[in-house]
């Protein structure tokens, strides 16, 4: 069993739609990230939060939203995607600084129609 | 700018063998070293790391050497499982800078293990 939770698995929208990703862990970390990954491909860094504070976006378009409420949560809010956005969307946590593992959960499967 | 190379897309070992996965990489700031397993429809799994000080680590089948002149690192599983097949993705780490704590992957390797 995964220790980061993601829901929801799938999520259909279309392109002119505002839905949400949500993340959860509970080892304790202070540090999550947002990552994108296409078939056959590593994943693609997008956000990462460091005790709540957004430390790194790696010039993600905006109709991408991060939000971490509280150390234990991490969203991302959609609105107006594209098709080319559809991915597997992967949340990782780990303790903050080098030399720390992060780990996955088991991501959002999104089509955009 | 593909910071992290896996040369191998794919490999083939027989159950009981030894699996060897290689990893290179080009930027000698990394200092931490990561191999994660990935099933179809799940997350990456955290496997085993290595820092940069160490030349081995071990933790029960598997194993991760990094030689750091030839910037370079391992993975081998030792006896190789049918339940090991999957991609297998080395990743790295910088210990310093704007950039601490992220990861850099490399695509990956295929793994299938047959009987």
């Known amino acids: 069993d995964t220790e980061v939770t993601q829901t929801p698995k799938h999520l259909v929208m279309g392109m002119t739609n505002k839905k949400s990703l949500k993340c959860e862990q509970h080892?304790?970390?202070?540090?999550m990230y947002w990552y994108k990954q296409k078939a056959k491909k590593p994943p693609e860094l997008m956000f990462v939060?460091?005790?709540?504070?957004?430390?790194i976006n790696e010039s993600v378009p905006s109709r991408f939203s991060p939000e971490c409420p509280n150390s234990s949560l991490l969203n991302l809010h959609l609105h107006a995607l594209q098709p080319e956005d559809s991915a597997l969307y992967l949340c990782?946590?780990?303790?903050?600084?080098?030399?720390?593992?992060?780990?996955f959960g088991d991501g959002t499967r999104l089509s955009i129609l | 700018d593909q910071q992290v190379k896996q040369n191998s897309p794919s490999l083939s070992v027989q159950e009981g063998r030894i699996s060897i996965l290689n990893c290179d990489y080009t930027?000698?700031?990394?200092?931490?070293f990561l191999w994660y397993k990935k099933y179809p429809a799940e997350g990456p799994t955290f496997l085993i790391s290595?820092?940069?000080?160490?030349d081995k680590n071990e933790d029960g089948r598997f194993t991760v050497f990094l030689n750091k002149s030839a910037k370079h690192l391992s993975l081998h599983i030792v006896p190789s499982q049918p339940g090991d097949s999957a991609v297998y993705f080395c990743?790295?780490?910088?210990?310093?800078?704007?950039?601490?704590?992220?990861?850099?992957f490399g695509r990956g390797t295929q793994l299938t293990v047959w009987p």
């Open positions: 990782a946590s780990s303790q903050p600084g080098s030399n720390q593992p992060q780990h």
């Open positions: 080892m304790g970390h202070r540090a």
């Open positions: 939060y460091s005790y709540e504070k957004l430390s």
């Open positions: 930027n000698s700031m990394f200092d931490y």
């Open positions: 290595i820092s940069s000080i160490k």
């Open positions: 990743a790295a780490s910088p210990d310093r800078g704007s950039t601490l704590g992220r990861l850099y």
